[in-house]
C-alpha cells in the first residue's frame, strides 16, 4: 500500500538518499515539537533516525514524507522509484480478511512462492483468514512488513518497524531486511529507538533529542553522545 510520498529524494550518481533541512520547526499548540537548524544526510543508503521517546523521531519522519505541516524548507527533489512507506499507524479496512488485503496490494491471485515464505518465516500463517480489525499491535506491524517487503521498493521508509514484535521475530525482521538490502539496490530510512537495530541496518543515524539534532554520525556512535537504547536486542551480523 503506497502513501502519496511529498518530500523529494535528491540521488546522487551512485543512488545514495540526500536530504537537506533548513530551518525545520513543528510545534503543537505552545509545545515545541522539533526544531532543527539544519541538517545534510548526503552520502549514505541507508539512514536512520535515533532518540528517546519525545525525542521528536515519528515527526521527522512524518515531515520527511510530507504528511505533517512544518516551517522551514526540506530540499525537494522526487526520484523515479517505488517508495514504500510504514507508519506505526496504517489504516485498513476494519472488516477486510488479512489475506485479501495481501492479495490486493501485492496483485496476485494466490498466496505462494516467496510469499507464502515470508509469511511462514515470521509466523503469521495463522492470521491470513482473520479480519484486521482483531489483530494485535505486533500482528499490524507484521502486515505492514509482508506488505511494504513483498513490493519490492527501491527506498523503504519505516517507523518502528519492530515495535511490539517479540524478540525471535524482531530479530529475522532484521536478519530478512539486510539480506533484502544486500540483494537489491533499495535505499532505507528506518526510525528507531533500538541501537542494536540501527548498527545493523543503518550507515548513518541523526540521533535527536528534545527536538533537536544532537548528532549525525555512525550507528556505532550512538552510545559516545549519551543515547541509550531502551531494549537490549542482540546484534545481528549477516556475512
Given amino acids: 500500500m503506497q502513501l502519496p510520498i511529498l518530500l523529494e529524494f535528491r540521488m546522487n550518481l551512485k543512488g545514495e538518499v540526500m536530504i537537506k533541512i533548513s530551518n525545520l520547526k513543528v510545534k503543537k499548540g505552545k509545545k515545541e515539537i522539533l526544531n532543527i537548524d539544519g541538517l545534510d544526510t548526503e552520502n549514505t543508503k541507508y539512514l536512520g533516525i535515533f532518540g528517546g521517546n519525545g525525542a521528536g523521531k515519528t515527526t521527522l519522519a512524518k515531515c520527511i514524507i510530507g504528511m505533517e505541516s512544518f516551517e522551514g524548507e526540506i530540499v525537494k527533489k522526487f526520484p523515479n522509484s517505488n517508495t514504500q512507506v510504514v507508519l506505526q499507524n496504517n489504516g485498513y479496512p476494519f472488516y477486510a480478511k488479512v489475506k485479501d488485503i495481501i492479495m490486493l496490494v501485492l496483485n496476485v491471485s494466490s498466496l505462494e512462492g516467496e510469499i507464502i515464505e515470508f509469511i511462514r518465516y515470521i509466523s503469521f500463517e495463522s492470521c491470513l483468514n482473520k479480519e484486521v480489525g482483531i489483530l494485535s499491535g505486533g500482528e499490524l506491524q507484521k502486515l505492514n512488513l509482508i506488505l511494504v517487503l513483498l513490493s519490492k521498493p527501491d527506498l523503504l521508509v519505516v517507523d518502528e518497524v519492530t515495535t511490539g514484535l517479540d524478540y525471535e521475530t524482531r530479530n529475522k525482521i532484521q536478519i530478512y531486511i539486510s539480506q533484502f538490502l544486500k ?13 542494536e537495530e540501527l548498527t545493523s541496518l543503518t550507515e548513518k543515524v541523526i540521533c535527536l533529542k528534545e527536538g ?8 556505532q556512535e550512538i552510545e559516545l553522545e549519551g543515547e541509550k537504547s531502551h531494549v537490549a536486542v542482540e546484534k545481528t551480523n549477516i556475512d
Fill in 183 to 195: 540483494k537489491s539496490e533499495c535505499k532505507l530510512i528506518i526510525i528507531s529507538h533500538y541501537k
Fill in 212 to 219: 533537536s539534532v544532537k548528532r549525525i554520525c555512525k550507528p
